[in-house]
């Protein structure tokens, strides 16, 4: 079973100022509150290709787990770890930026849970073309689309034979709902969720644009630099 979600979105801002605050937008929860939920982020790789002059770059970010609680309370301890209060997750982040062509796409999904749902969110940053009252070189478009798949109701399944008595009790609802039905369930809650994120995440990268556009960006990266000073410090 696969669900996909699609937004478009309009930036009042050129595209090297949006493709700079996608960048510092976990970077520091002053200046962007509604990343609060973002643990840590590091850089894995980043390099520029020597014939496309395009920047790679691959970060992982650890987030408080975005799970919606009623999949924690749907399914047993054994298949969720424990409770959902204490959840984290692990996110990978790929993006190429053609600053030339004037573009960018990323691809961030998460590498655990994979096996209760599979989220893909894939992002198209470009320079709008010109038409009737557009100043394309002041704005830039992007295109967000996220894939939900779910192989939940596979997996437990097959696990059916070897269920514990603790986890007994939830192979009567695999065979009242049947795998499909498990899938679309966990799937449409996790798209729920995530339209309200996206949301969220859309404030937030509003937020760090304004204050490049008020303070600059040395003002910016001079905030940043400070306060982790003050938390080295501590």
């Given at each position: 079973m696969v669900l996909q979600h699609s937004t478009n979105h309009t930036y009042s801002h050129p595209f090297?100022?949006?493709?700079l605050a996608y960048f510092l937008r976990y970077s520091s929860p002053n200046l962007n509150p509604f990343a609060a939920?973002?643990?840590?982020?590091?850089?894995?790789?980043?390099?520029?290709?020597?014939d496309?002059?395009?920047l790679h770059t691959t970060r992982i970010h650890l987030k408080k787990s975005r799970m919606p609680?009623?999949?924690y309370k749907l399914l047993p301890a054994s298949v969720t770890g424990g409770g959902a209060g204490d959840k984290a997750s692990y996110i990978l982040e790929t993006s190429v930026v053609d600053i030339k062509?004037?573009?960018?796409?990323?691809?961030?999904r998460n590498l655990n849970f994979t096996g209760v749902l599979s989220v893909v969110e894939k992002q198209d940053f470009s320079i709008p073309s010109e038409g009737a009252g557009r100043a394309p070189s002041l704005e830039?478009?992007?295109?967000t689309s996220v894939i939900f798949k779910s192989r939940l109701g596979e997996k437990l399944r097959g696990k059916l034979g070897q269920a514990t008595a603790e986890d007994g009790w939830f192979s009567g609802i695999i065979g009242g709902w049947g795998t499909k039905g498990i899938q679309r369930s966990?799937?449409?809650?996790?798209?729920t969720k995530t339209q309200a994120q996206l949301g969220k995440s859309r404030d937030g990268m509003k937020m760090v644009l304004e204050r490049i556009?008020?303070?600059?960006?040395?003002?910016v990266l001079e905030a940043i630099r400070r306060e982790r000073q003050r938390q080295l410090a501590v």
């Open positions: 090297p100022t949006v493709t939920h973002v643990l840590s982020t590091d850089t894995i790789s980043s390099h520029v290709d020597p496309t002059q395009r609680g009623a999949v062509a004037g573009w960018m796409r990323t691809e961030s830039t478009d992007v295109k966990i799937e449409s809650m996790a798209s556009r008020n303070n600059g960006v040395l003002g």
